[in-house]
């Protein structure tokens, strides 16, 4: 990813929320500036304490989280960034600015496919008035931010590109606007893991956000951001049983340890509740968890297929790789690191709000 | 659910995986007996560093956990029973109550509608094989269970009473069978939260498991085990944008606090992520969660229905009644318990495995 947008010349703000995890925000992060965006105030806590100065807040900022974002600038010295979209929040904003002495930073989200939140671009007196509003009322303007969300649902690359392109019109577009009635809008902020690797031109952009690439998983492999082969999270599962009859093999991971996430059923290749691999990450032929309860998955044959149940006696360790890591990962409360096939360390996830 | 079955005069052994908290647990056992199911050992240990003395861990067996299974037998003095549904797990536990000198108690797993696991009764030369294997191989052969995991599906209560006489029957002639070769089976376990809720005999039965019911959850109204005013966990969240044009109110509450369980989708009325309620829990009228991102809820109005948005600032709290209680308060690591409209505890969550 940093290779990608270094072709740009544009700086990468890793979204931490995928991985959860110091050690591998770590290993993300781009030095010296470190930026990083979060999707709860508990990960703004987490980053900062750990010595993250530079963080955006992700999710429209609600009133009674002000005095949280307030707390977690002062104790740890750290620039957190609030996001919204509505003249409400601005008010909100701009009074808790003025009653606390502290001027809290404000990118503006703004739509660029219909995906959720943000301004529609239409509606340009709403983005101005909402801006003229923090400015005015002493709160600090930042920029405008989008999320192309809506790009998880293409598979194409002429769709991914021409998304890509969108979402940097849409923002500059947003930013134009803004510049063009007087107002300063020093960062134009834009992505999502689809549309920062499908880009071909960041004109005007001044950062880029993305999180899954870090981890991959089948979704992303669907829509070409990776391969099955790069995808680095993987679910350790253990053979508890056998269906002979229906050509099944039971196995002690349900959707407690994979999720429910089932993002691969809107894609060509619908991988059901996962891809099931050997304990070196090898994927069998066309062999899927089809069903997941609470902490049983049933693996089977993809329907259509001419491969053949592997012979898995019960207690073979298999590897299952997720639909979604974000998903998957949200579901444990660390991560395993494996070289050589030997765990060398444990790397805890910080969850919860 | 003990009234129900005291009209049987069967005992319930709750299924402890709903809730995972021994403050949950305490209210739901029934003295002096205490009697539990678990779905992972990380329960078992648990529940029974907290006293409980009669547990069974109710996911198959599989030999690289007997370890672990004998560890909380003789750590916590506690009668912890295992379950499979083949010869090779049979022998697995033999060779290990013999090399341990420790007879594990096993139960066999009973398939009574194809759902996932358990010996067909179809197939009595493989029930009567496990039994005699564990039996002259020094095990304990406690007796069989089953659970009705495709009576989740039904919705008619004529379905489910059918279903319930089924799981009966079925479980009855698998001990008959077992006692008919000479081998004693004390125990016959049935249960599901459907099954249980709609017996009309449980004649031959010795015990029912049932677990989300201590909860309910929009899947259970669905099937009428419970109406939508009892269920009893749900998700605070706050309203942080609105979408005018669209009809949509944004929340902060996606799939990672709501699971991305989906459960009603297959019923009668599909309840798509969570219907909203307001902070005392009385529901808006078909207001949904349509969708669901990471830390993100899009809030609207059932397609088709008359009812309108209502009128919820941003910052406004609701609460979001779950399809699903198992997989919704998996997400979380601890219940804010709720009396008079105040927290008045949390309870925390035994959470991984």
Redesign the interface.
Known sequence: MRQQLDRFAIPLRPHL?TAKSIEVARRVLVAPHEAAMV??LREAEFYASHGLRDLIY????????LSRVGEIRVRYCTDLTVV???V??AE?VVSWSRENNQALPVLIEVDVD?H??GV?LADSPLLIAIARKLVEGGATLRGVMTHA?ASYNLQSAGDLIAAAAAERATAVRAAEMLRAVGLACPIVSIGSTPTASFARDLTGVTEVRAGVFMFGDLVQAGIGTCGIEDIAVSVLA??????G??G?I?V?SG???L????GTSRQTIDQHYGLVCDEGCRPYPDLLVL?A????G?VGIRRGSAATLPDL???SLVRILPNHA??TA????RYHVIADATVVSQWPRV???
């Open positions: 929320k999707s709860t992700g999710v429209g900022i609600a009133p009674p989280k919204l979209d509505s409400e929040q909100a219909g959720r939140s529609r969300g253990t053979v508890i049983g056998h269906s009859a229906q099944r039971m002690d959707w407690m340890a999720s429910q996430d089932r069903e309860n609470q902490e049983h049933t006696p019960i207690g974000c998903a949200a579901q444990h409360d969850n919860g709000w």
